[in-house]
């Protein structure tokens, strides 16, 4: 009898065992999937409750899809909107245009290279708010910015104060600091390059542009879409800075959906229209990525 129970206790404990194994994969991600629903799946759940209320001095009621009706046809949301992705444009465009141009400087050898490295991670490491009021110092009347411009006007530029000109103001300084991610990533792709690929492209008489486009772009075509796909993301959360520099203005000029999301929940508190903003721009980002890597032909 005791020999039968060990058995079947043994048989038991090696079907677990099998079970365990067949299954480990799953088993190892399990902490991850937790950390994912904690910190994704529960706020977006959570959002998505709360879009579907109306807050008021009375309470919150159940106003389902209104919320997303009154946002999509008022023109303050399709103008923030539009503010984001011009925000969203010019920042991307000098970010990746030079961090491609400075890991490519860097990957040729230059003198003191893990000297500039360093130094130009400096701006990556310090938070935005900090980064704006860096900033926010260099753009006074009379300061820095205006002392080196100075031959080229005729007195103080009001960076922040003028609508024509602040959104761009605001470019600045997240250019300043997200450039060198750019450049970290595609160096980092530059340099997983063979080099007895490119001696192979050269043997073959291959000029310098021709091994960039045929040799070097198809190593790092991930990588760029990644840091595009990244960098479109980061621009479109901006808040930090516009916070700190103008609180939207002048004038609504620089009114980023972040900060029109903001202004909805902790200016009028009305919750249920900040999560519906909220929600509309996760499902936009998720269209821009989705775009990316379709029209690239990428995967990850």
Same mark, same amino acid.
């Given at each position: ?49 709360? +879009? @579907? ?9 159940? #106003?389902? /899809? !209104?919320?997303?009706?009154? %946002?999509?046809? =008022?023109?303050?949301?399709?103008? +923030? @909107? ?9 920042? #991307?465009? /000098? !970010?990746?245009?030079?961090? %491609?141009?400075? =890991? ?27 980064? =704006? ?168």
């Amino acid at each position: 009898m005791s020999l039968q129970s060990d058995t079947a206790v043994g048989g038991r404990y090696e079907s677990a065992l099998l079970w365990v194994e067949d299954h480990l994969r799953w088993i190892l991600t399990l902490p991850a999937l937790a950390v994912l629903a904690a910190f994704f799946v529960y706020p977006v759940g959570r959002a998505l409750v709360l +879009s @579907l209320y109306q807050f008021d001095a009375a309470g919150r009621q159940f #106003v389902g /899809f !209104e919320n997303y009706v009154a %946002i999509l046809t =008022a023109g303050a949301f399709w103008q +923030s @909107l539009w503010i984001t992705a011009k925000f969203m444009f010019f920042a #991307v465009s /000098f !970010e990746v245009g030079l961090g %491609i141009a400075i =890991a490519f400087v860097l990957n040729s050898k230059v003198r003191f290279r893990g000297l500039i490295q360093t130094i130009g991670l400096v701006p990556l490491v310090i938070s935005p708010t900090v980064v =704006a009021l860096l900033w926010q110092l260099l753009y006074q009347n009379g300061g820095v910015l205006d002392s080196l411009v100075a031959p080229l006007t005729n007195g103080p530029v009001p960076w922040l104060s003028d609508p024509s000109i602040a959104l761009y103001a605001l470019v600045l300084p997240d250019v300043w600091q997200m450039t060198p991610l750019v450049t970290l990533i595609v160096l980092a792709g530059l340099q997983s390059v063979p080099d007895h690929v490119q001696e192979a492209a050269m043997m073959d008489g291959a000029g310098r542009m021709r091994r960039l486009v045929d040799v070097t772009l198809p190593y790092i075509k991930e990588l760029v879409v990644l840091v595009l796909i990244l960098r479109v993301i980061g621009t479109m959360r901006v808040f930090a800075k516009v916070f700190v520099l103008t609180r939207g203005g002048p004038a609504k000029s620089t009114e980023v959906i972040s900060m029109a999301m903001y202004r909805e929940a902790f200016s009028y508190g009305n919750y249920g229209r900040a999560s519906t903003m909220a929600l509309l721009l996760l499902l936009i980002a998720l269209a821009i990525t989705y775009a990316f890597a379709t029209v690239s032909e990428v995967e990850f």
